[in-house]
């Protein structure tokens, strides 16, 4: 089976903006920067962004360049006051509320600091971590051993089967984890020594029950639930009966343009394929 990564030609006829389009991702403190400054308060996982720091003492990093303003994830103590008073929003609560750059700055923030939360030691010999000059990374003074920040990238896929048109149908399925009766394409990380297309036939094999092939990227995204970077696929229906692994797929089903189940909102990728899809009809 061909694992030829190529680009959909209806993704290139209408593009989508990417993290380049809408900010400037920094590693850095920017110098001599002459914009103004804005403070993403990380409260647990949790956002408040402000104009002003709210303490002084708190670990800071430079996240990016925003509409011209310097953004910075700032790592509130647990046991500080909470400089939101209650308002911070979770990142699903966040978005929607606030331009697409912003809420993209505030995803890498929580990362960042969560990052930062989780690698304050060497993991091979337990010396106290500091920043790597130059770069983003946690570097130990004793073995010289550096933590990047941890990306786990997840493949998540459109099956269609059928000729192109209004009879051909979608596979959506309904997650065992999923807060309500939402169907969604199907999804699963990438494992170590394997490529990304060989991945998305895996991840439905085991997850369905069935064959595709004819894997074609369409998107990506980054998604900070708490630190995975999603790649969409298309793909097509080879052969095969539903059979579901019960320990993550509820349920799952065809489905036709005309009558589908509940969908993911707007935040995520998926909704992305999904929409795609159904442009096409």
Known sequence: MARVLRMDPM?????HPNSSDLYAALNVEPADHAGGHRYIHVIGTSVFVDTELAD??????????VEGDAWWAVDVPADAEDPSYGSALDLFSYFGRAAQSEWMAAGRA???VEWARTHRFCGRC????????GERGLKCSNCGLVAYPRLAPA???????????PD???LLARGVNFPMPMYSCLAGFVEAGEDLEGAVVREVAEEVGVRVGNVTYRASQPWPFPHSLMIGFRAEYLSGDLV????EIADANWYRRDALPTIP???SVARRLIDQWLAEA
């Not at 002084?56 to 990093?61: G, I, V």
Request: proline share 13%; net charge negative.
């Open 11 to 15: 993704d290139q006829a209408t593009p």
């Open 56 to 65: 002084e003492s708190w670990e800071r990093h430079v996240v990016g360049i």
């Open 110 to 112: 929580v990362q960042i």
């Open 126 to 133: 337990a010396t106290p971590t500091e920043p790597s000059p």
């Open 155 to 165: 493949m998540i896929v459109l099956v269609t089967r059928g000729e192109p048109g």
């Open 168 to 170: 051909q149908e979608a």
């Open 244 to 247: 579901l692994d019960e320990t």
């Open 265 to 267: 909102p707007g935040i």
